[in-house]
């Protein structure tokens, strides 16, 4: 094997993606085979474009300040690799002499880590590639969950939790537009926020199942006169009976990305058609919506604990996995008992260009909501130290003496 190593990060930033880069340096250092590690800038383009940082290079406190920094600080891409770009991320890497090659990402990711090992076995060259998991989305096969999807869990529960504070001093109806194309996880984590029986959100919208306006509009109505106000959370992947994106319906032309997706995150059309809904069907005058975009991918001092931890660890593992066993792979976490994790290497073709979706038993029957098997799940990957709310006890209200005419 050749003695170079080269870490790239792919997709979407969160908020520990460094800590599984500063895990492989960190490993890489210990281990006196390897005599450079570098970090390509901006993913797969910066390998096509020979842009390196020597990161042999770094302090060790400026790599551990690094890794608790949010988003990704070799910079990212949303470039889809086909075979002759994969080629050239080989040659390149060929050139350089390098002889492990780590690339921290999501599905795709791993589908352009396949490519690359399948390219170099034909030619016959010594290279070790690893993909190391990574996305909010948590929809990566063979995994229990995935870094980065925990911080980001932790945040939205946090923010509903917030939202739910200021819905109940000034009622009405609100709406939220979480990510997730064809995964509903991270909207699901919006429950892990209530704490009282009347708390929001009250529905929950995942693309796990199909989206009927005039059943969403009924189900607003009816916990409205319920609770006098309600609280929305809603998949940006939802979509109707025939899989179509309810946002591709909107009559606007919204762009795609270099995958062919509609872009759901870049707008907030979802959100206000919604609202207008709901406003146009029921007359009630006081309706809200947003949309979290990519606040919730990086967002800074929102950290689990248990994310940051398994981030680092990943990329350790993903160094031991490349110096030690004698093939390619994708490093999964899986669960032990209640709480613990395992961290095995897969064959990437298990895991390249797959989408997890959330299992039935994680979501109610009425399909607005999650089960308490889903509060089980995710409760332990929030981390410790998430905060809590507090009422006044409406059991020393006054009694009425006021006559009235």
Request: hydrophobic letters at 40%; proline letters at 4%.
């Amino acid at each position: 094997m050749h003695n170079k190593a080269l870490v790239a990060q792919g997709g979407g930033p969160t908020a520990v993606i460094n800590q599984s880069v500063i895990g492989v340096v960190l490993e890489c250092r210990k281990f006196p085979q390897i005599e450079r590690i570098y970090g390509a800038l901006h993913g797969v383009r910066g390998i096509v474009d020979e842009d390196f940082l020597d990161l042999t290079q770094e302090t060790t406190q400026n790599l551990e300040l690094v890794a608790e920094t949010p988003s990704s600080a070799l910079g990212s891409t949303r470039d889809k690799p086909d075979r002759a770009y994969c080629r050239e991320i080989f040659e390149t890497l060929k050139a350089h002499e390098i002889g492990y090659f780590f690339y921290v990402g999501g599905n795709d990711s791993s589908d352009t880590v396949r490519i690359v090992a399948e390219e170099a076995e034909a030619a016959g060259y010594p290279l070790r590639s690893i993909h190391i998991p990574k996305t909010v989305d948590n929809d990566i096969v063979e995994n229990d969950h995935t870094p980065g999807y925990p911080s980001a869990a932790r945040f939205v529960a946090q923010a509903f939790m917030g939202i739910n504070l200021d819905n109940k001093a000034l009622p009405g109806v609100y709406i939220a537009v979480v990510m997730g194309r064809n995964a509903g996880f991270l909207t699901a984590a919006s429950a892990l926020g209530k704490k009282f029986p009347d708390d929001g959100p009250h529905l929950i919208y995942l693309p796990e199942r199909n989206f009927d306006p005039d059943a969403f509009v009924a189900a607003v109505e009816a916990t409205y006169e319920r609770h006098g106000r309600c609280i929305v959370a809603v998949s940006e992947g939802i979509h109707d009976a025939s899989g179509q994106p309810i946002i591709g319906q909107l009559g606007k032309a919204l762009a795609t990305d270099a995958h062919g997706n509609l872009e759901l995150s870049g707008t907030g059309a979802l959100a206000d058609r919604l609202a207008d809904l709901v406003k146009d069907r029921l007359g009630i005058k006081r309706v809200r919506a947003d949309t979290f975009g990519y606040m919730q991918r990086s967002f800074v001092g929102c950290f689990s604990d248990v994310d940051q931890r398994e981030a680092r660890e990943v990329g350790e593992k993903a160094v031991k996995y490349a110096l030690w066993g004698d093939t390619d792979g994708s490093v999964t976490i899986q669960r032990v008992g209640n709480y613990q994790v395992d961290y095995d290497l897969v064959p990437l073709v298990k895991v390249a260009a797959k989408t997890r979706t959330m299992p039935d038993h994680f979501i109610d029957e009425a399909g607005t909501g999650v089960t308490d098997q889903f509060h089980m799940y995710l409760r332990p990957l929030l981390g410790s130290g998430m905060p809590n709310e507090f009422r006044l006890q409406t059991s020393n209200r006054v009694a009425k003496i006021r006559k009235r005419g």
